[in-house]
C-alpha cells in the first residue's frame, strides 16, 4: 500500500493501539503545550510545520500540513509557511518541503472531488 499523505501514518496508528498509555501520555503533553502560551491553533500549526520543515522530517511536514488545513490554515498560507524556508535552510530543501506540502494539498483535492 503506498503511503498516503493525507491520512496518518500506520506505524503511527499501530503506535496508539499497542501502547495506549504511552499514546495517551503523548497526547496529553501536546494538548499542554498547546494551553501553556498565547498563540491561537492557527498559529501553532503554522509554527509546527516551520518545525518540521526546518528539522527535514517529511513524515512530520505531511502531518502538520494536513492538520494545518484541518485547523482552518488556508493552502496559501501553509505554502508560505514552507517558502519562507528559502533564506534558512536553501533552495533544494524549501523545494522539498514545498513538494511535501503539495502532495497533502493534492491528496485533499482529490479526495473532495
Avoid at 20 to 43: C, H, Q, V, W
Amino acid at each position: 500500500m503506498p503511503f498516503d499523505p493525507g491520512q496518518p501514518p500506520q506505524r503511527y496508528l499501530r503506535f496508539a493501539q499497542r501502547y495506549p498509555e504511552l499514546f495517551e501520555a503523548y497526547e496529553t503533553l501536546g494538548s499542554r503545550l498547546r494551553e501553556a502560551g498565547p498563540l491561537d491553533a492557527k498559529t501553532i500549526r503554522l509554527a509546527k510545520l516551520g518545525m518540521a520543515i526546518g528539522a527535514r522530517l517529511k513524515g512530520a511536514v505531511f502531518a502538520h500540513a494536513r492538520l494545518a488545513l484541518h485547523e482552518g490554515c488556508s493552502v496559501e498560507e501553509i505554502r508560505h509557511t514552507a517558502v519562507l524556508a528559502l533564506s534558512t535552510l536553501g533552495l533544494p530543501q524549501m523545494m522539498a518541503a514545498l513538494s511535501w506540502v503539495d502532495q497533502v494539498v493534492d491528496n485533499l483535492e482529490a479526495g473532495a472531488e
